[in-house]
């Protein structure tokens, strides 16, 4: 079955340490995303890659990095920037330039 | 930045009854999507209707759009306790970045 994996489910991230969050996805799709959901929001687009090699960052980029190196990974580093990391990580992907998105079941990151 | 708001809050029905969510949002859109999201999961794409089109069905999904309001209806028909879950709207305006509202818990009792 096609699909978007994300791993690890749960995550915990000690003081001072980066952490990098898994995502792949098998849909052959060009574009992929990362949101952050806080509890009682929507999502808050992170970055997003409309390509292998090329990433533009979202509306809260601070703090997070990404690399596009395949076109089936984009894996999302939370750096030590990142002052307030805790909350749920989720995927997505779609067809370059087409709707809808297509989104793995998230990663939750906690603080230790 | 979140475009979308949706109304209400929270939604508590009886199995059976419809519910009806609502969207607003600020800027023109290209289109909007509606989207569940179960407790402590990815979200599922439910319904896209286009800026041009007014109303659109899935089976006991209807989604309206008013443009000149700028604002979408999600009604639910005959709902089930499996609808429950969060339903969010998503803009997009052209850039395909899509901006999510703040959700609709709705809760749906047996």
């Known amino acids: 079955d096609g699909g978007i994996t994300q791993s690890p489910k749960y995550l915990f991230r000690k003081e001072g340490q980066n952490v990098t969050l898994s995502c792949e996805q098998n849909?052959?799709?060009?574009?992929m995303y990362w949101y952050r959901q806080d509890p009682g929001q929507g999502l808050r687009l992170i970055y997003y890659s409309q390509i292998v090699n090329d990433f533009q960052k979202g509306d809260i980029a601070e703090g997070y990095s990404v690399s596009r190196e395949k076109k089936e990974s984009f894996p999302l580093t939370v750096t030590s920037a990142q002052k307030n990391p805790t909350a749920f990580y989720l995927c997505?992907?779609?067809?370059?330039?087409?709707?809808?998105?297509?989104f793995g079941d998230g990663t939750r990151l906690s603080i230790l | 930045s979140q475009q979308g708001e949706e109304d209400p809050q929270a939604l508590s029905i009886q199995e059976g009854e419809n519910a009806t969510m609502n969207c607003s949002y600020k800027?023109?859109?290209?289109?909007l999507q509606w989207y569940r999201q179960n407790s402590g999961r990815g979200l599922v794409h439910l319904i896209l209707?286009?800026?041009?089109?007014r109303e659109k069905h899935s089976g006991r999904l209807r989604v309206t759009l008013d443009t000149s309001k700028k604002s979408s209806s999600l009604l639910i028909t005959a709902s089930r306790a499996a609808d429950t879950a969060s339903y969010f709207c998503?803009?997009?305006?052209?850039?395909?970045?899509?901006?999510f509202g703040a959700g609709t818990i709705l809760r749906v009792k047996s």
């Open positions: 209707i286009r800026s041009n089109e």
């Open positions: 800027t023109s859109i290209n289109n």
């Open positions: 997505a992907s779609s067809i370059k330039g087409e709707q809808p998105q297509h």
């Open positions: 849909l052959n799709h060009d574009a």
């Open positions: 998503a803009t997009d305006s052209y850039g395909n970045k899509l901006v």
